[in-house]
């Protein structure tokens, strides 16, 4: 084992389960399903026979690339796509940094950006988010790293950045400045219009969250041409099959349909932060598919014991969320994604259980 691998822990997703009858809130996927127009394109490819399964892939991804080109408005040269925005992450910090060239990323943020880092032996400068998610560009500008990760809207916080925000540390910092935009479908703002003013931004999509494909596995990155050929010298041959490629570029088209489910979910989970909020709880203002939300104690709203427990009665109770302990900003919290309406009546109906059996009071009381 290399050094690097050795140093390095793996990157924990969340739990996929086995068996039915689970509510999945903790991976942020959507609770409906991909465009009718991306079933009909994977079921064209494959053809009655699978017969052009035969064939490798085109090795570019030529026309999915081209599609989100066409997308955001911009050139070919400026889009690499990967087998899900991971894939591409990964190739950036290959691409990037190395035992002198360090890593930066906001705290906390995407855990697997650690990992990556960890994995091409480079250090990792992390500079703090507030609970209001704000955070100190002349940190960002002064960390010394190559490449900087920076998650808008932010994971796990949910509040989205000002372009405002991003523009002055683009401004200031001389490295590459990666805007992992997984959950901008989900926000009022996106930074792709930043992409012509500067050279060192690059941004990140994904087909998971959005455009529910994260069974599909594929994202891609837009950037400067300098950088896409530089990721296309390090990425697979054949890093993306055939049907991930035209399934790709069929979401991209059916701009209809994904207005109406984005819109959709977004209206749940305002509806499922007015609820929880009417009940006492705190929660994080969000622009994502998720929200960050901390259940009522006794003695103060937020707790860690309290976010733990929760969490253990809920996942009892068959409803799957995510808990951060690690960090003490992110303990008191659960990230619960935004499922449909019926879902997030399941949860608020366990939740409301557990307060009512006590279940922060009664951990106040031992504690
Ligand atoms: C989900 C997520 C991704 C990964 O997306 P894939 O395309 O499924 O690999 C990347 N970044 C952030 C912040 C995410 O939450």
Redesign the pocket.
Known sequence: MSAAVAAQSAYTPGEQPQGGGWIKLNT?ENPYPPSPLVVAAIQRELGGDGASLRLYPSPKSAPLRLAAARFHGTNVENVIVGN????V?NLLARTFSDASRPVGMLDPS?S?YPVLSGLCAASVRRVPVSIEGDFDADAVAGCAANIFFL?NPN?PLGTAFSREKIESVLARFDGLLVV?E??APFANADTTGLLSEYPNLVI?R????AYAL?GM???YALASAEVIAALDRVRDSYNLDRLAQVAGAAALEDTAYYERTIATIKATREATAAALQGRGWRVLPSQANFLMVSPPSERSISSAPAAAALFQFLKENKVLTRHFPQNPLTAPFLRVSIGNDAEMAVFLDIADKWVAAGGAAQLASVS
């Open positions: 942020n899900g925005s991971d894939d992450l995407y697997l998650t994971a992992d997984a959950y990140t994904t087909f998971s969250k994260a596995r594929v994202g």
